[in-house]
């Protein structure tokens, strides 16, 4: 195993949180104590979102999607990200990002761009940057399947391409752009093929497998370090529908018990008991550690106060979050 056994555990304990802080999300949401609407979740893409998250170096800069909160609780301060998605003082903006714009430079978290697409320009900028500097720091961008085929996906990927930015593009298809299946937005079958077009090179993995993600994405952040861009797409399926309390559930729902069947982390829990790292006893431990840490971290948030006036006329917090400097 090309892991350590405190690194494998420690994946599993970022998938349990990120499921377990979406739960939590979801149990919160039925009732009323929070809003609906921007939660985005990803329970079922775990597996995907903790591998390419878990291959950074501590020096690499991730730019999330919106469907990145439970992961991100498992990156940022769990508190502070909380407050944030509930537009509270005591969040990383002071509450004014909220659920979709959450992000710390000092957390190497660029923003999350609420126009599909348009983050992606962006990233690239943000890695040039980097490389002007002579940092050896590496940009992973994130970006759906739906999002991929936005005009400003294609222009980036060509210009990471003939700048050689250090950047991955990190292509989560998990087969839907709200309620719009795949079929029904672009003939590619792997979407890591739109690099032959640009000539950067693309690789496509099962993204319900962590280890294949990650290993992936080691290889990809490894050559961007070389100035190779390249696109990791990564296969998976969301469980739930678009976003809590916004959208209804479209797809056939044999499409969503298969994925209940491949739930990645009932697909790593078997690999790491048979490994003998995980029994039943330590997995009920690690889920409740990770519901704790969850429910304080939401009542942490529910207690804090909204930002005052004076606060929400401060913006200089939300420009600091966003990266004017990136040393
Ligand atoms: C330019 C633009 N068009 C439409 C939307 C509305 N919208 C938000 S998320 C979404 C679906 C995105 O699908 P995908 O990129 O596959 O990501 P997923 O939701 O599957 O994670 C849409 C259409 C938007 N935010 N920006
Ligand atoms: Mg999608």
């Not at 999300?25 to 903790?50: F, P, T």
């Not at 939401?298 to 966003?322: M, N």
Request: charged content about 25%; proline content about 4%; aromatic content about 6%.
């Amino acid at each position: 195993m090309k892991y350590s056994n405190e690194q494998l555990i420690n994946m599993y304990e970022k998938m349990v949180l990120s499921r377990v802080y979406e739960e939590t999300a979801i149990e919160l949401l039925g009732q009323g104590r929070i809003q609906g609407g921007a939660w985005h979740l990803a329970i079922g893409q775990e597996a995907s979102q903790v591998g390419c998250l878990s291959a950074l170096g501590p020096k690499d800069f991730y730019e999330p999607t919106f469907r990145n909160h439970g992961l991100l609780a498992t990156r940022m301060d769990i508190n502070k990200f909380t407050a944030e998605c509930l537009c509270k003082e005591t969040g990383y903006a002071r509450g004014k990002s909220a659920v979709v714009h959450v992000s710390c430079i000092e957390d190497r978290i660029l923003p999350i761009n609420g126009i599909l697409g348009a983050g992606m320009p962006i990233a690239v900028g943000y890695a040039v940057a980097l490389k002007r500097r002579n940092t050896d720091s590496v940009v992973v961008a994130s970006i759906g399947d739906g999002a991929s085929n936005e005009g400003n996906f294609y222009e980036a990927i060509n210009l990471a391409g003939i700048m050689d930015a250090p950047i991955v593009f990190f292509v989560e298809n998990n087969g839907i752009g709200f309620t719009n299946p795949i079929s029904n937005a672009t003939r590619a079958q792997d979407l890591s093929a739109k690099g032959v077009a640009v000539g950067i090179l693309g690789v496509t993995v099962d993204g319900n497998d962590i280890l294949a993600v990650r290993e992936a994405m080691e290889a990809a952040i490894e050559k961007a370090r070389l100035g190779q861009p390249s696109i990791v797409e990564a296969k998976t399926v969301r469980i739930r529908p678009h976003a809590e309390g916004l959208s209804v559930e479209t797809r056939d729902p044999r499409i969503i018990e298969e994925a209940k069947k491949n739930d990645p982390i009932k697909r790593y829990e078997k690999i790491l008991k048979d490994l003998d790292l995980l029994n039943d006893d330590k997995i009920s431990e690690i889920y409740s550690k990770m519901k704790k840490q969850s429910m304080d971290a939401f009542e942490y948030g529910l207690a804090s106060p909204y930002p005052s006036k004076e606060s929400i006329c401060d913006i200089s917090l939300v420009y600091k979050t966003l990266g004017g400097d990136l040393a």
